[in-house]
DNA sequence: CGTTCGATGGCAGTGACTGACATGAACGAT
DNA sequence: ATCGTTCATGTCAGTCACTGCCATCGAACG
């Protein structure tokens, strides 16, 4: 009974993905889930801001990857250095990664407001993208435009990644996306 | 004193808006609100969901307008069907309404819930056109990838329209900010 | 005039989140 | 070894969003 128990931020995510995916996420209380890691409420908001933010962390090391591509890229095409970005974000799912995304996917589309704060940081990485197209001389509307655009990529390519049956690797599901986003507005 | 003053909805609404603007929306509490509007915090939640929503009234409206060109138009390219999407749109947006969406979209920007409300509007609106893309036989992951294009692309023209000192009508902002994207695209 | 209906009030309760303060394990300094 | 500081955690009281339940009362209708 060690009081300070090392990895209570952890525990804590541990506990609440358990409790959600089991009684769902407005089923369960914060009180529960710091019971659950062995502590009290009022810590369970010492280490996150609120209840579902819980669910979101490690999403600064993805945002990472995703931002690396444009700033070292040498391009200076708006899609190409979305593509590189497209291309770093994709190292964040390796095969290993896929059966966990699925049932942290299934309670997050199963919440609004897990899927609004998932919303939020999606949007939150699409500003990033563009301020870092700016950097790199993009017109400000476009760069606009393209970060939007390569942010859906990855959502379109993350869903078919999670989908039942899929085996090909994020990376190569994610190219033949941003291929259709190219066919779509190239054709005229 | 009538117990039943009629347009309690938009009472609330509007001593929202302006309670918002001059306190901010965490500074001001919902019974407030409905203090304001000569009502009580149950009644308030009989007419809103909940306190963000207060704000998002007319919201069918304006997805009404927004759906309507891809469920008319003959065309069966997704673009076209996404550019009538568009042009539908617009016409919610008369230069009469300018002034009052500036002050609007202050007090959402403002507030991170707010904008959280906003992102969740605008992702059922791209859900909606792409399942209206969907029934005009564009392939899936097509019409998700045009309907968000389409929706960021309204987004940037309404940002555009609202900017200090623009003056231009909303529907040639938006056509022309459509044609930044295919360019983006379409250059190669 | 009485009955019914629908909008509203009153009120108690839950749960997310916060501020202020107390506690006690760990750890270094003496 | 003891003292003192630090810091993660506990405790507690409070605010506010939101809900369920039931009472109320004006209005419409027969």
């Given at each position: 009974m060690a009081r300070w128990q090392s990895g209570s931020r952890e525990r804590l995510a541990a506990s609440a993905l358990r409790l959600f995916a089991s009684?769902?996420?407005?089923?369960?209380?914060?009180?529960?889930?710091?019971?659950?890691?062995?502590?009290?409420?009022?810590?369970?908001?010492?280490?996150?801001?609120?209840?579902p933010e819980v669910l979101f962390a490690g999403?600064?090391?993805?945002?990472?990857?995703?931002?690396?591509g444009p700033e070292t890229s040498t391009s200076t095409s708006p899609m190409e250095l979305v593509a590189s970005a497209l291309d770093g974000a994709a190292a964040y799912f390796p095969d290993e990664r896929r059966s966990w995304s699925r049932s942290r996917q299934v309670v997050v589309t199963g919440n609004v407001a897990l899927h609004d704060r998932e919303l939020h940081k999606m949007s939150a990485l699409a500003d990033a993208l563009t301020a870092a197209l700016v950097k790199r001389d993009v017109d400000p509307t476009?760069?606009?435009?393209?970060?939007?655009?390569?942010?859906?990529?990855f959502r379109r390519a993350f869903a078919a990644w999670?989908?039942?049956?899929?085996?090909?690797?994020?990376?190569d599901i994610q190219r033949g996306v941003l291929h259709q986003l190219q066919a779509l507005l190239g054709s005229r």
């Open positions: 009684q769902g996420f407005e089923g369960t209380t914060v009180a529960e889930i710091a019971a659950e890691a062995g502590l009290t409420e009022r810590t369970f908001f010492r280490y996150y801001t609120d209840k999403q600064g090391e993805f945002e990472a990857l995703f931002l690396d476009a760069a606009a435009l393209a970060a939007e655009a390569g942010v859906s990529v999670i989908a039942e049956g899929e085996t090909r690797p994020f990376v």
